[in-house]
T-cell receptor, first 114, second 114 residues
Framework: QKEVEQDPGPLSVPEGAIVSLNCTYS??????FMWYRQYSRKGPELLMY????GNKEDGRFTAQVDKSSKYISLFIRDSQPSDSATYLC??????????????FGTGTQLKVEL | NAGVMQNPRHLVRRRGQEARLRCSPM?????VYWYRQLPEEGLKFMVY????????ESGMPKERFSAEFPKEGPSILRIQQVVRGDSAAYFC????????????FGPGTRLTVL
């Protein structure tokens, strides 16, 4: 079983729709939860990060964490064609030597159609 | 403030050759991480370095791969005697002094082994 599970999609929605992206995880050592956006042939770009269970909102984006269920979500409101990208969830654990290590989901490919 | 720089952006090697990938972290960042993204897979952690020290290399293949982050100059990921299975996108990320902070990713180097 993978440490982080994410539906690869592809997910296709009409412009203006609400998008829901999800990941589950199995490692209790994960302490921080992030969502990255990756456009084709580019590096991942940090969208949001959260630590505690609950919701965190930033503009059209809402990140939700449920540590008891080991489940995280990203909601995108009023989706735009420019949101078309691959969305990667990432979990962070602190390394014993300092620093941190990210474990990524495989990414969900999203396409927002006009 | 320039972001994380990686070069070359594209690298083509024949089987058996060596590949050298370079990463310059963001200004003020002293922690560097390397990840590999294989086709249809998520990013996989390879190694975490601070200046002149390898802190965690638990994700590095045991043979042919090495990494360094010298006191001066960029971090180098070196792959000796490349094989077709090494074809992937290699991403570098950096974080500030504390090492527990958010990782910011570069644009990646796409390695193709012929």
């Amino acid at each position: 079983q993978k440490e982080v599970e994410q539906d690869p999609g592809p997910l296709s929605v009409p412009e203006g729709a609400i998008v829901s992206l999800n990941c589950t995880y199995s490692n209790s050592a994960f302490q921080y939860f992030m969502w990255y956006r990756q456009y084709s042939r580019k590096g991942p770009e940090l969208l949001m990060y959260t630590y505690s269970s609950g919701n965190k909102e930033d503009g059209r984006f809402t990140a939700q964490v449920d540590k008891s269920s080991k489940y995280i979500s990203l909601f995108i409101r009023d989706s735009q064609p420019s949101d078309s990208a691959t969305y990667l969830c990432a979990m962070r654990e602190i390394l014993t030597g300092g620093g941190n290590k990210l474990t990524f989901g495989t990414g969900t490919q999203l396409k927002v159609e006009l | 403030n320039a972001g994380v720089m990686q070069n070359p952006r594209h690298l083509v090697r024949r089987r058996g050759q060596e590949a050298r990938l370079r990463c310059s972290p963001m200004k003020g960042h002293s922690h560097v991480y390397w990840y590999r993204q294989l086709p249809e897979e998520g990013l996989k952690f390879m190694v975490y370095l601070q200046k002149e020290n390898i802190i965690d290399e638990s994700g590095m293949p045991k043979e042919r791969f090495s990494a360094e982050f010298p006191k001066e100059g960029p971090s180098i990921l070196r792959i000796q005697q490349v094989v077709r299975g090494d074809s992937a996108a290699y991403f570098c990320a950096s974080s500030p002094q504390t090492g527990t902070d958010t990782q910011y990713f570069g644009p990646g180097t796409r390695l193709t082994v012929l």
